[in-house]
């Protein structure tokens, strides 16, 4: 497929972790929150900065200007209003006698992008248009025109040909530079091999910890990144579920991923949540970038974070223990 100039982003956008936000100016009730014009803001609860806590966490491209410049050890976010446009590469390649590629096996290219980029990016594994599809999204800094987002995206999918062990099935990536409208392209197999070669002998899967599920944490997760294979039990309880279709009122559940493309740890400490996971619910090279995230936050007074955008619709919603607790009966 040509490269072609998507208007919206291809992608989850990166920001604050879940459950943490930028300090700010204090914001008037029922005003937008600063950098995501037009979008009101949903619930009560303080946040630094201000009187009520802003839309959803890193979010698709669109809500606002990209964020600050991001240096290596910075923790990234899931979803978020306003602090962020995206890079998006998705890559999809078939490697016979091979297992699938997991989400676990996205630390090494983690590594590798942010070195090389000084950001951290959002990454992802999961079956989009029935391919199973790696998934990469950030915002590309010092980079202006179709030119050098070009060449860029061309390096993004050279790492993900190189680094990422398994099998998968195509590749597509979107860039967002300073100042221009993301570039999509997107690969097949055979161009990816035509374009990059052969791929490295020795892409061994990546070694997980072992560790099952818990009700808060995720399992089967990477030694490095926390990048996991299992979602923790609170974000795919029956009770989860039910506050998910409470807050996310514009999804068709009819088409709904079966698994979600990214599961992921955090350091709570930095993040204010324990573990989150994100479904994309539109191809990543379409105009319009739609998805779901779903974050546990542990605590009694703010124990679940959903956060979903749709058709341009954006919904964010923080429940307490109780709520959760209450939701399936």
Known sequence: ???????????????????????GPPVQGGGP???????????????PGGPQ?????PGPPGFGPPPPRRRTGLVVGLVA??????VVAVAVVLILDS?????????DLHDSIEAEYETEPFLGVGEIDGRHTVYVSMHVYGVHGAGELRGNADRVLELVWEE????????????VGDSDAPFVRSMTTGELREEFGSRPGGLEPVETNGREPTLHRAGECSR???????????????????????????VDWRGFPAEPIQIRNHDQERSGAESS??????PPTSARTDFVTVAVLGGRDAFLEVSCLVDGDAAYETYTRADYEDAAG
């Open 99 to 107: 297992r699938p590629t997991r989400i676990s096996d996205l630390a």
């Open 53 to 57: 806590q802003p839309p959803p966490f």
């Open 277 to 282: 996971m994100t479904y994309l619910l539109s």
């Open 164 to 175: 990422v062990p398994g099998s998968f099935e195509q590749a597509a990536v979107s860039l």
């Open 224 to 250: 490095t990144r926390d990048y996991c294979n299992a979602p923790a039990e609170a974000l795919v309880s029956e009770n989860t579920r039910a506050l998910v279709e409470r807050a996310c009122r514009e």
């Open 33 to 47: 929150h600063p950098g995501v014009p037009g979008q009101p803001l949903q619930g009560g609860g303080p946040y």
């Open 81 to 86: 209003g306003g602090v962020a446009l995206v």
């Open 1 to 23: 497929m040509e490269p072609q100039h998507n208007p919206h982003g291809g992608g989850p956008q990166y920001g604050p972790p879940p459950g943490q936000y930028p300090p």
